[in-house]
């Protein structure tokens, strides 16, 4: 097979789809697409780690016609000619890379045996493999890294919601989409975000204009305080811009939320974990940091007075404090909220 100039809508084809069908269909469906151009009987690719504690990686197609099967390839090194085929070789690292990569493309010995032009695809092909292989695992790692710090400000009880430059929302967190639903605060209007006191957002708006022109990676960002329609308490805000040189769909404002209201979601099992509680223990303690009082916990709990007093002292022998104060502040300044 020969690709000569004519054909580079044909290599960019291949590109394309070698790249797509191992973001969708993973390594067996991209290394077939290597496979087909060459007509070969069988591809077999390895993957070597950079991390050598990491075994290698090997991944087998043949093709539905070939007589070859799986064994054939069994301890068999990766320089190893098979008897009765052409074998093909074609190595590919990238230096800012991690991995090393080896193609291997055999073909019954009654074809022809490949080409320089056969060796040059197969060596676009596995760079283009290579380099998109790694793109995906990083792309993997950033979804879950930023799942993670989602999870974790959902816990603490924090919205965040992020702007383009013309004022859009690009991401609104779980938390950030709950408030926005209860319009106690803030609310969209036609896709835009806005509070619902007039005097509030005029304000608001201001700080987000402020922040489009501001985004030092050092700045500490402008707060504000929201007024809620169903409550006395307020509603804390916190606009930052985000460093970057921001295009229009690009991120450029972050907002932080947190309902005055809102407490962590502290499970009695990793405080009775954390803090060498009883279970008995972790309860009350678990309410006590919600905010209610000694005698509201022994109601909710359905316990005496006293049995809650007498649970309440030895939490503080345990932890070395004296008065419930000290006690939220502990549990909410520990690992349990995370």
Avoid: W
Wanted: charged letters at 25%; a neutral charge.
């Amino acid at each position: 097979m020969t690709f000569h100039t004519r054909s580079m809508t044909e290599l960019g084809r291949l590109f394309i789809e070698l790249t797509d069908q191992l973001s969708k269909a993973g390594v067996s469906a991209a290394l077939e697409t290597i496979r087909t151009p060459f007509d070969a009987d069988a591809a077999l690719l390895s993957i070597e780690y950079r991390d050598r504690t990491k075994p290698a990686q090997s991944e087998l197609v043949l093709s539905a016609e070939t007589e070859l099967t799986p064994e054939a390839f069994k301890g068999i090194p990766a320089v190893t000619r098979l008897r009765g085929y052409e074998t093909m070789m074609v190595t590919f690292q990238d230096p800012q890379g991690a991995n090393r990569y080896i193609l291997r493309l055999c073909r019954h010995e009654t074809t022809p045996p490949f080409d320089q032009d056969e060796v040059a695809l197969a060596e676009l092909l596995l760079s283009q493999f290579g380099r998109s292989f790694e793109a995906n695992v990083r792309h993997a790692s950033l979804n879950v890294e930023r799942a993670l710090y989602s999870d974790l400000l959902d816990r603490l009880q924090i919205g965040v919601i992020v702007l383009d430059r013309t004022g859009q929302l690009l991401t609104v967190s779980e938390q950030a989409r709950a408030m926005l639903a209860c319009r106690d605060g803030l609310q969209l209007v036609n896709g835009r975000l806005c509070t619902l006191n007039a005097a509030e957002d005029k304000r608001f708006q201001a700080i987000i204009r402020d922040a489009l022109t501001d985004r030092d990676a050092h700045a500490a960002g402008r707060g504000l305080s929201l007024t809620k329609p169903s409550s006395m308490r307020k509603m804390g805000v916190i606009v930052r811009g985000i460093p970057g040189a921001a295009t229009e769909g690009q991120p450029a404002v972050s907002i932080y939320v947190r309902d005055a209201e809102s407490s962590p979601d502290v499970e009695a099992e990793l405080m009775r974990q954390i803090f060498d509680l009883t279970p008995a223990e972790a309860a009350v303690a678990r309410r006590l940091t919600d905010g209610l009082s000694l005698e509201d916990t022994a109601a909710a709990l359905d316990i005496s007075r006293n049995t809650a007093r007498a649970h309440l002292r030895s939490i503080f022998s345990k932890s070395g404090i004296k008065r419930q104060t000290e006690l939220v502040r502990l549990v909410l300044n520990s690992a349990v909220v995370l």
